[in-house]
């Protein structure tokens, strides 16, 4: 019979010695640190207290500008007119046969863009999708619509970063269609 206090060589490599004890001085009680703090009734508004006084960073320059372009962004994308469907469909069609003449595209990518097209449809008509991103979907197949390729990417992106969880079932249609479009010659 082996003792308890030996160390055996059936130990995990993260057991503690057998041969430890817990003095008093050792707590045993775990800290929990996903708990909130209780809230105590301390006058937090007094601001000759310097611990109770909120320093605030100086703005950087480069939020600034990010905040700029996307309140820009934002005020672009509902000034303008919100497509149908219809339009917008008749705009992705003009662009699959224009990929469809270049003959260095497969069937299979065409067909694969045309599916994740119809589940935007779908979403569109189901009601599924927000106004904002409606208006952005809109704007992209406007950009298609004129030949403004990167404009029209430059939207995709933006949609994407506003909108992702919104649009994650057909938005890579729409961004291959978009790369395919760049990759034709001009």
Do not use: Y
Request: no cysteine; aromatic share 4%; hydrophobic share 35%.
């Amino acid at each position: 019979m082996t003792s308890t206090n030996k160390s055996t060589n059936l130990d995990g490599w993260n057991d503690p010695p057998a041969n430890l004890t817990l003095s008093d001085n050792i707590s045993t009680k775990r800290v929990l640190l996903n708990k909130r703090v209780p809230f105590t009734n301390q006058d937090l508004s007094a601001t000759n207290n310097p611990a109770n006084v909120l320093v605030v960073p100086p703005p950087s320059t480069t939020a600034s500008v990010a905040a700029a372009t996307a309140t820009t962004d934002n005020t672009t994308s509902t000034t303008t007119e919100l497509l149908t469907i219809e339009a917008m469909n008749e705009i992705f069609q003009t662009q699959i046969e224009k990929l469809e003449k270049s003959s260095n595209i497969e069937k299979k990518i065409l067909e694969d863009i045309s599916k994740k097209f119809q589940v935007m449809q779908d979403e569109w008509q189901q009601n599924k999708l927000s106004s904002n991103t409606k208006q952005t979907l809109s704007n992209i197949f406007q950009e298609l619509g004129s030949n403004n390729v990167q404009e029209a990417f430059d939207l995709h992106v933006l949609l994407v970063r506003n909108s992702s969880s919104e649009v994650v079932r057909f938005i890579v249609g729409i961004k291959r269609l978009i790369q395919e479009l760049q990759r034709l010659p001009k």
